[in-house]
DNA sequence: CGGTCTGGCTAACGATGTTAGCCAGACCCG
DNA sequence: CGGGTCTGGCTAACATCGTTAGCCAGACCG
């Protein structure tokens, strides 16, 4: 069963060092020195693999996420990051559609853990994050900004907005804080930050 | 020139009809009672096709949009929806990069207008907007969220936070503010809203 | 020793986007 | 009317894609 993992590992490789386009059978078998069709003795299609690196990637994301949930401001920041890090994977990830009853129990609920953390158990609000953060990114990631533009400045103006649903974390308490009650009237700071001038 | 308008549109009709994988150039070909190498004389590329209908995507996208700036709950309600009406269209737009070398000038703008009249020609601000709603509507579209996710609560988290940055238009005044100053502390009302409580 | 399983192989299939090259007809100009 | 060009079809073919069928060497086990 190791040859299966030896095979997702080339094919992430080739991913990461060219491109989407490069992931081919007949490549990825040349990787590993193998005819094509031999790749089947291990896998059972290419969606397969596909599926294997989504659930890497959620993996890897997730542990990210886990260890950056001090506030929101760098929860999204590590999200960021790590989505421009690795574009090819979180494109491919966030792509296609999951098909839950392969993926591998919990890694959705992992990943998704930190944001609930922040925003006190309210999934709803986490889920709005979520959108944001990911959207920014995949417009980001597809070129749909222009050149010139100031994408800190957007973050900036997403970070502040969502604030209201966010309590900082007390600080020294690492655990998780699903299932208090919304933050509710915490007022964010009234938006007279530098980000918000229009240019 | 017309017939390149025709192959287009059949683009579409088959895109709309059957799905991504069935836009192929033999099956267009059908379409139009045509042998696949003959589409060639009237585009240079499937890449060309796509091109074109990202820009219809965006034209009429824009034009759903500025029928409804009047809130930017109405506004983001009319982008949803429009995405969901029209899912593979919207994917196709969205998940291909713009090659605003090709993209008839103008369509970028007008598609943003209406986004940047609501936040007062807060660039930045209608940036993250955007991202917002383009990422809720493609996680929704990528079957991200759960089955029975509440979506709508999601969508009303989103819309509470970014209204901050907006200020409903005066009534009977439907030209554009775009370079007023931002909205500033025009305080949301403090999300006591029956979306908010955690379930 | 014999049987089974593992993991390679070659050959091939159908589908994809695309190119080359031919040709009928429309249309225009002298 | 005659000839040239342009338009828009066609067939044949190519490389590449994911994938299947079927063969076989070797390891391993009873």
Not at 8 to 23: C, K, Q, S
């Amino acid at each position: 069963m190791n040859r299966r993992a030896e095979v997702i590992n080339a094919a992430e490789r080739i991913l990461e060092r060219e491109g989407p386009d490069a992931v081919t059978m007949r490549r990825l078998a040349d990787e590993l020195r193998i005819q094509a069709p031999s790749l089947y003795k291990h896998i059972a299609s290419k969606t397969e693999i596909e599926g294997a690196l989504q659930q890497r990637a959620l993996e890897r994301l997730g542990a990210v996420l886990a260890g950056a949930s001090a506030d929101l401001a760098t929860l999204v920041a590590a999200y960021r990051r790590w989505a421009l890090e690795h574009p090819r994977l979180y494109e491919l990830s966030a792509r296609h559609s999951l098909d839950r009853p392969r993926l591998e129990s919990g890694v959705e609920a992992a990943a998704a853990a930190p944001l609930l953390s922040i925003t006190g158990g309210n999934i709803a609000a986490a889920r709005a994050i979520w959108g944001l953060a990911h959207g920014l990114v995949d417009l980001e990631l597809a070129n749909r900004f222009p050149p010139n533009a100031d994408l800190d400045a957007a973050w900036a103006h997403a970070i502040n907005a969502f604030a209201i649903y966010c309590t900082p974390k007390p600080e020294g308490n690492p655990t998780s804080r699903v299932g208090l009650p919304p933050a509710g009237p915490a007022t964010p700071s009234p938006c007279a930050r530098s980000c918000c001038r229009t240019a």
